[in-house]
């Protein structure tokens, strides 16, 4: 021990600690280091100081790294020290000593070791991609560890890196939560389930329970990370949801959603009408809210006992609270739905009262109104403090009953248009009304002809109609609605150059115009030796007669049948038009684009041919906001001479990200009822896009789209044009759904040979 | 031959829904072919048997499906010691010795498997034996129903029109709650009140056809959660095995299903 002291004090006139910390601390340190974790924690200093952390680093350490010890241990805190020592390489020295004193707070959120060490790794790699942006997560640390485990801290670092791609600008705006997009994330992450994965369970739900088939949304993300609980509200369009409830479990959060979706149910069942606010007070209104949840979860618990049970379980109030409006209205609350629950307050005891009185009237919902308003009447005469600001529903189950009072003016939606476009599309897009939309797009397409030509020059505009996600390989998950795909109308242009071009292939087009008389839809097949058939095949059946003659033992497969082949299938061509499809085909002078068309064309004369429905569409992006998809043909409208106009008017520009335009080519796919679905993806280059630096990230995700699509029954196929592409395409679609094609003006003539062979 | 085997002795339990007793027995008084339409489980094929039982006919059923061939219903050539020996099909069994073919889920079968039943719905009134080289004329008491369930597979699977429109139809629903909790009652001997119970679960299921589920669980779904309540399995596990499990595979559909059977408990 006094040589171990005889160092500490020669590190502390060497490193001049001695005037920072107090002799307790260097007791707390001999605590929780012991025996020869205490030399490697005088090693960890020493590299410190020699890393050049200089004297208040090293007290920072010295302060820290007893408490982060006396949570995650020994061996964390050492890892804490190299990391320091990495941001300061990586940052710079400020990030390094604001990260050992932030340490500490974080050990004390984050409770365990693993957790700590795997924020310590975010860190780290924030500091290598982002090192003018990691003071700001370190500042903030604390209160985004509040919300977020150490994987949610994860997710939500490397989302800002993917987000902002090069610029160190939109980092920091990204960071410093000042932008939607890093909020949004932000409650994406901050609880253990988040409505994205609940949705599809909670619109089944509340369709079961009652037939009402709703769209559900998350909340716009909030404005800033200061907040109050947030609570679901609907209105007579839209359920909103919070993206999550943090502090709750897994089990709790999901238990939660269902509560709030019947709630939200019951009052669509029996709130009739909206109430007028007329001249009550605000705290008359949280009042008549309160009365109404209670009636409508009374009569839809009549219903359904069940709803009963899950919805008490979140009423926790207990009696003697101090006389605070939202304690004892909590306790009003439990009171009125909970009749097994007691109380001794006067006034909890009067609302009790005057609601089971009105029993014979619940299904009124006029009761609220006088209820509600008397009670908050005598509140106010307690002289009770009622805060309307941080006033939020409690159990948190509830909605903020903006949806059951009507406020005169209707309040125009806090969210911000895009979000509002998006709603719309959406909704079009999960109704079954499909069809209807095609139609008009298709009515509108004489008019957008002639609309093209004058606004030729004009910037073109497309409509958001959905979000994917996209897997990102580093964190081994999917980032729920990452990207956004917009899709274009194609401007009609001049088919000539591409008839001209499929006129250079005569024999192609004879060839699969032979091809597809033989191999026409349900063709009888006859098949021999069968055990069952309409008629006896006699050369079997003399075999087997000899050789039963013969005391031999004989086949009993003596019949013959024809079967029916169909062809049920339908395909969804997808076209990569991003820039590299505007270089020219070595030794020519037709680019890869026009092969693409010519070959697309030739392609649809088999298909149309064939009978088999299919649909054109083609994909570039420009950044995770904006895959574009340009739809040419639908899988309702005809092969025609306007496909083709559409055709010729594709052009090339932007970037591949193939991974989002896969999963909305599935999309549209699995609204097709047939047997098989084929999507046939023709692509010249490796994934790419403007955000995107790391290269396995695109393929990556390209990968995970195509198993989605297979999982759900859509087998994809890809038509490679680059010659080296082999590694990246079988990598993405895997070995056997690739052909390369190395002399790309033999595609024309390829791609509609191989659908045969793919389809026969 | 005498169809003994194909006699129903007992009388099978059937709640009517409506007059489909007595307009069924006016179309046998005429042989006039049936259709029977409806979702599965609704009670279709239990309407026949009782119908059978009732007019005191054989009934010979007979199951469709994809791979059925006209032989499979006419008969066929098979072989056996002395060489080949005609087999009388289900259908002409019905046709030769006077019963009522019951040719379940017609839809199943390929469209030209079920013309071969045109000549026997038209005031001919005769099957054409082609390889035999017979007609068969029908007798007396044969009548031909076919069911259907319009709707719950593909839209590639129809009726041909020239079929259709050789059929009188009777449309079956799912009976309304009342009689529904009587029928799960009766079948399952459960008290009245249990299978309101159940109905409540089934009418959840039903909101969602068209929303996830192709159809809502059926009368019958119903009865068989019904018959392991009665055997002792809890409300909620009853339903899960006998409804929740069955009709889907979507774990999303099945939580809310689950969710939604634990509401009704």
Known sequence: ?760 | MTLDDYRILEEPYYRPLGDEIVIFEAAYADRMPMMLKGPTGCGKTRFMEHMAWRLRKPLITVACHEDMTASDLVGRYLLDAEGTVWHDGPLTIAVRHGAICYLDEIVEARQDTTVVIHPLTDDRRILPLEKKNELVKAHSDFQIVISYNPGYQSVLKDLKESTKQRFAALDFGFPNPEIEAEIVSHEANISTDLAQRLIKVGQRSRHLKGHGLDEGASTRMLVQAGRLIDKGTSFETACEVAMVLPITDDPDLRAALNEAVSACA
Request: aromatic share 8%; hydrophobic share 40%; proline share 5%.
């Open chain 1, 1 to 760: 021990m006094s040589e171990a002291w005889a160092d500490i004090r020669k590190l502390l006139s060497q490193s001049r600690l001695d005037r920072f910390v107090s002799e307790g601390a260097w007791q707390h340190i001999a605590r929780a280091f012991p025996g020869e974790e205490f030399e490697d924690w005088v090693t960890a200093l020493g590299s410190l100081t020699a890393a050049g952390i200089g004297p208040g680093g090293a007290a920072a350490y010295v302060r820290a790294s007893p408490l982060c010890a006396d949570i995650v241990g020994a061996d964390a805190t050492l890892a804490l020290a190299a990391s320091a020592a990495q941001v300061m390489r990586r940052a710079h020295v400020r990030a390094a000593i604001n990260l050992l004193s932030a340490a500490p707070l974080a050990a004390r959120r984050l409770k365990h070791t693993a957790g700590f060490l795997q924020w310590l790794h975010a860190i780290e790699d924030l500091a290598g991609r982002a090192p003018e942006s990691v003071d700001l997560v370190i500042d903030r640390s604390d209160q985004i560890l509040s919300q977020l485990d150490a994987e949610g801290f994860r997710a939500w670092t490397l989302a800002g890196i993917r987000n902002a791609g090069d610029s160190a600008e939109r980092r920091v705006s990204f960071f410093s939560l000042s932008e939607p997009d890093a909020l949004r994330v932000f409650e994406q992450e901050s609880g253990l389930i988040s409505l994205g994965e609940m949705e599809r369970l909670l619109k089944a739900y509340l369709a079961a329970l009652w037939g009402i088939y709703p769209i559900v949304r998350p909340l716009p993300p909030r404005k800033s990370l200061m907040f109050r609980p947030r609570r679901a509200t609907f209105d007579r369009f839209l359920i909103r949801f919070p993206e999550t409830y943090p502090g709750f479990t897994a089990q709790e959060s999901r238990r939660l959603f269902l509560a709030g979706i019947a709630h939200v149910g019951a009052h669509i069942m029996f709130t009739p009408e909206r109430f007028p606010v007329g001249p009550l007070k605000p705290v008359q209104v949280a009042l008549v809210s309160l009365i109404e949840d209670a009636r409508v979860e009374t009569l839809a618990a009549q219903e359904f006992p069940g709803l009963g049970r899950l919805w008490r379980s979140f009423h926790v109030a207990q009696p003697n609270t101090p006389l605070v409006a939202e304690a004892h209205m909590a306790r009003l609350a439990r009171a009125l739905i909970d009749p097994a629950y007691e109380d001794d307050d006067p006034w909890v005891n009067k609302g009790k009262m005057m609601f089971f009185d009105a029993r014979s009237s619940w299904d009124d919902a006029r009761i609220s109104r006088t209820i509600g308003g008397l009670l908050g009447n005598d509140l106010g005469q307690m002289r009770v403090q009622f805060n309307t600001k941080s006033y939020v529903v409690e159990p948190p189950y509830r909605d903020d009953n903006m949806g059951v009072w009507d406020f005169g003016e209707p309040p125009e939606t806090q969210a911000d248009d895009a979000d509002v476009i998006y709603d719309s599309f959406h909704i079009e897009h999960t109704e079954e009304d499909k069809p209807h939309h095609r139609q008009r797009t298709e009515e509108h397409q004489d008019a957008a002809h002639q609309a093209a030509r004058v606004r030729a020059v004009e910037e073109d505009i497309g409509m958001p109609v959905a979000r994917y996600p996209e897997w990102d390989h580093l964190l081994g998950r999917e980032r729920p609605d990452w990207t956004q795909v917009v899709e274009f109308e194609p401007r009609p242009a001049n088919s000539d150059p591409i008839e001209l071009l499929i006129a250079e292939y005569p024999d192609v087009v004879a060839r699969i115009t032979k091809l597809i008389r033989s191999a026409k839809v349900s063709q009888p097949t006859r098949m021999k030796r069968q055990p069952e058939g309409d008629r006896l095949d006699l050369e079997a059946c003399i075999r087997a007669t000899i050789d039963r003659r013969a005391g031999r033992p004989f086949e009993h497969r003596v019949y013959e049948t024809t079967a029916l082949r169909y062809r049920d299938l339908s395909v969804l061509l997808l076209l990569d038009i991003s820039e590299s499809t505007r270089d020219q085909v070595r030794g020519t002078d037709v680019s890869v684009l026009s092969l693409e068309r010519a070959a697309t064309v030739l392609l649809s004369v088999a298909m149309s041919g064939l009978g088999d429905p299919f649909a054109i569409h083609a994909f570039c992006s420009n950044g995770r906001n904006e895959v574009r998809c340009v739809r040419v043909k639908d899988f309702q409208a005809l092969f025609d001479d306007k496909t083709k106009t559409r055709l010729a008017g594709l052009r090339s520009g932007y970037s591949t990200r193939i991974g989002a335009a896969l999963r909305h080519a599935g999309a549209e796919l699995e609204g097709q009822l047939t047997h098989r679905r084929l999507l046939l993806v023709v692509t010249d280059g490796e994934p790419s896009d403007i955000d995107i630096k790391d290269k396995r990230y695109l393929v990556e995700d390209a990968r995970k789209a195509v198993q989605g699509l297979a999982h759900r029954g859509i087998d994809v196929f890809c038509v490679g044009l680059d010659g080296g592409g082999e590694s990246y395409l079988t990598r993405i679609f895997g070995r056997r759904n690739v052909l390369l094609i190395d002399r790309v003006t033999a595609l024309p003539e390829k791609l509609p040979m191989l659908y045969l062979r793919l389809t026969a």
